[in-house]
């Protein structure tokens, strides 16, 4: 046998067995890939109505010459379907040095509140969901429940929240008192959303779900096969959720059939993993994973579009406005990208993390460190113009004439400088 036969085959097994053994690695460390499906079964899963009547819808009010209330709701975490986080249109300017009122509610809250007709809906970690009128802060009722990391969603005559303790429960938004409650078999972090009568929320036993937002009954439940702390979003026919698993479900919302699912990868050997809520702006899915990594997804096919970064670790839903998406990482800088191509318009530094969603007013975008501050930035130039000295995770939500934030464990509201009075 020639010499050079004599080193190059031995070499060749060397290198036919190193191959062997990495693709043996990679499919023990990556996770198992699933394309999930409807789950008919929900043996572990009950529904209970209350015997109470259901809440009859409240009547018109009365024309008034000046309203007392703003009239836009932000019905949900994220202010619309689409969890864009953003009222781009506002014009109440920033916020103005007085407060309207304040209200201490002796807990924190993770997320921030939903708000119609006047009234705030909130709630705080340790297990209460409050109504507080959003013209004096005072509490009109409080409902104790389990851990809650979400914002209530808002659905006329109910208000509907989700628990840790894995429920999902409806309740009268005039009095608070139960009107049906879902128990999952998993955690629920997930902010609940409706949209035509269906109310869609995931959990961590891996499900989305889709229930009637009258009596919870559910109408389908797909099981993506990994744990969901993310609140979904819908456009159009689509619901899209993501997941720990590093997948992003995008399903038919009346039927819950799957329209698409991507895997994102990390590496050549992981997943990536998702907390953060997609957003959309009906174009392009967009997410942040645990990782850092920002992605931005096809919204008709799943494709993955573009991929950037914010330093350190990334929980913030996106907030997009007027082809701009706003993220935040631990590195405590908050990064504008360009929506259609991911490119880095400018970036803010402060001293601490992001961890909370920013949001969109006007001109303005605001978010919050957990080193208890709170920050307004201008969107043209990227300029700190606003500050505050409290702060910890989602700062808050804007209506047309005032921003209401929850911080610190106090609710806060400002008129914008700019309103009409």
Known sequence: ???????????????????GGLAVAIAIVS???????????????????????????????EPEPEPTADERCWPNFGGDPQRSLARPNATLGLPA???????????????PPSYCEGVLYV?????????????????????????HASTPAI???????????????????????????VQTAGKVESSPLVVDGLAYFGSTDGRLYAVRSDTGRIRWAYQT??????????????????????????????TGDRIWSTYVRRDAFRYESFYASPSTD???????ARSGKVVALDARSGRLLWTSRVGGYGYTTPAVADGR?????????????????????????TPGRILGAPFVAGGYVFFSILEQKTYGVRIADGQIVWRLPMGKYSPGIVTERTYYLSLNGRLLAFRGRDAPS
């Open 325 to 349: 998406v706003f993220v935040g990482g631990f590195d405590g800088k908050l990064r504008a990208l360009r929506a259609t191509s991911g490119a880095e318009i400018w970036q803010v530094d």
């Open 123 to 147: 709630n705080t970690f340790h297990g209460a969901t409050y109504a507080i009128d959003a013209a004096t802060g005072n509490v009109l009722w409080r409902r104790k429940g389990g851990v």
């Open 282 to 288: 009906g174009a392009r899915i967009y997410c942040v």
């Open 225 to 254: 096969g990994g744990r969901i702390n993310a609140s979904p979003s819908v456009y159009g026919r689509r619901v899209c959720v993501s997941t720990y698993a590093g997948s992003i479900f995008c399903l038919d919302r009346t």
């Open 155 to 181: 659905d006329g005559p109910r208000v509907i929240v989700s628990s840790h303790d894995g429920t999902v429960t409806a309740l009268d938004r005039s009095s608070g008192s139960e009107l049906w409650n």
């Open 97 to 111: 040095s007085r407060l309207l009122w304040t209200r201490a509610l002796g807990d924190y809250m993770e997320y």
């Open 1 to 19: 046998m020639p010499r050079a036969l004599a080193w190059i085959i031995p070499a060749v097994a060397v290198l036919v067995v190193a191959l």
């Open 31 to 61: 996770p198992n890939r699933t394309e999930g499906a409807l789950d008919t079964e929900l043996s572990d899963v009950t529904v209970t109505e209350a015997t109470t009547p259901a809440p009859r819808p409240r009547p018109e009010p």
